[in-house]
Structures are given as structure tokens and as C-alpha cells.
């Protein structure tokens, strides 16, 4: 069974950066593009960022381009998001998964973790 855990969230100031890190165990996802999506209350949850596998081409939302950076360890089975310049908007619970993209969107493939809870005060 697939395990995603996530971690690396927490309280920062508006302006600051934090590193989410997101490690999978019970099987690899060898072969496919990790993600991340984010969910704040009242909002649906929302792609953040994707990475492939082999060429490692990055993907970012709109919001997060230019400040956001995913990165992957294949070897540790380990998906990373840098977060820098944060904003009070970017405050939600962070989850990483398993991705395919149908020509127009991510979209998750596997289950969600229990996710990482960022918060940014202004």
C-alpha cells in the first residue's frame, strides 16, 4: 500500500520560505510525475506544482510561478517544494501525489497524505 507523508509546513511571516517535503514508501512511483496541490478553507483544493520523472520538467500554477520550486530525489523516493516569497494567500494544507496531466490539467493519481499545514501571516 502507498504511503505519501509530508512535512516541512509551518508558521511563517509574509515574505519568508519554507521547504515541504514529501516521501514516499510501501511502493515507488518510479516512472511517474509527483505533484503538489494545495487546499485552503472554503476553496476547492488547487493544482500547485508538477514534476516529471526522467527530464525533470517543472509545471506551476500561475499564482506560485517565479516563487515556487519542485524538486524530486527518485533515489529517496522523495518529492520537495520550496516555497519562497510567501503570502498570506498561499496559507492552506499542502498535499503531495502521484500526477497525470490529460492535455489541459494535473491530476492526482494516488491518495492523499495527511498533508502539511502552511500558514503566513501578514
Known amino acids: 500500500q502507498v504511503q505519501l507523508v509530508e512535512s516541512g509546513g509551518g508558521l511563517v511571516q509574509a515574505g519568508g520560505s519554507l521547504k515541504l517535503s514529501c516521501a514516499a514508501s510501501g511502493r515507488t512511483f518510479s516512472g511517474y510525475a509527483m505533484g503538489w496541490f494545495r487546499h485552503s478553507p472554503g476553496k476547492e483544493r488547487e493544482f500547485v506544482a508538477a514534476i516529471t520523472w526522467t527530464v525533470l520538467n517543472t509545471y506551476y500554477a500561475d499564482s506560485v510561478k517565479g516563487r515556487f520550486t519542485i524538486s524530486r530525489a527518485n533515489a529517496k523516493s522523495t518529492v520537495y517544494l520550496q516555497l519562497n516569497s510567501l503570502k498570506p494567500e498561499d496559507t492552506a494544507v499542502y498535499y503531495c501525489?502521484?500526477?497525470?496531466?490529460?492535455?489541459?490539467?494535473?491530476?492526482?493519481?494516488?491518495?492523499w497524505g495527511q498533508g502539511t499545514q502552511v500558514t503566513v501571516s501578514s
Open positions: 501525489a502521484a500526477v497525470h496531466n490529460d492535455g489541459s490539467n494535473w491530476h492526482p493519481m494516488s491518495s
